[in-house]
Nanobody, 122 residues
Framework: QVQLVESGGGLVQAGDSLRLSCVASGGTFTNYIMAWFRQAPGKEREFVAFITWSGRSTYYADSVKGRFTISGDGAKTTVHLQMTSLKPEDTAVYYC???????????????WGQGTQVTVSS
């Protein structure tokens, strides 16, 4: 069973940068899609970005495009989310997810991490 563990969250000020990491274990991830979602208080979980291991393709939500970068290591076990120019509206719990289809939909991902809190103060 695929297990995902996120780390790197914290409290930062607006304009700062933060790097999240997601370590995957329990499977072969060559054909997996790895994604980041986030959930702010009182809101639904929303898509942030995904990366395909095979082609190294990436896709971003409009709200983070140009500010966030998703990347993976060569061993295909760790995914990072580099976040720059952070805004208070980026405050949320960030979740790592794994699935077999490139998608912005939650239901396309069947493995999830426990989440890491990111708080951006103004």
């Amino acid at each position: 069973q695929v297990q995902l563990v996120e780390s790197g969250g914290g409290l930062v000020q607006a304009g700062d940068s933060l790097r999240l990491s997601c370590v995957a274990s329990g499977g072969t991830f060559t054909n997996y899609i790895m994604a980041w979602f986030r959930q702010a208080p009182g809101k639904e979980r929303e898509f942030v970005a995904f990366i395909t291991w095979s082609g190294r393709s990436t896709y971003y939500a409009d709200s983070v495009k140009g500010r966030f970068t998703i990347s993976g290591d060569g061993a295909k076990t760790t995914v990072h989310l580099q976040m720059t120019s952070l805004k208070p509206e980026d405050t949320a719990v960030y979740y790592c997810a794994a699935g077999l289809r490139p998608s912005i939909l939650l239901r396309s991902y069947d493995s999830w991490g426990q989440g890491t809190q990111v708080t951006v103060s103004s």
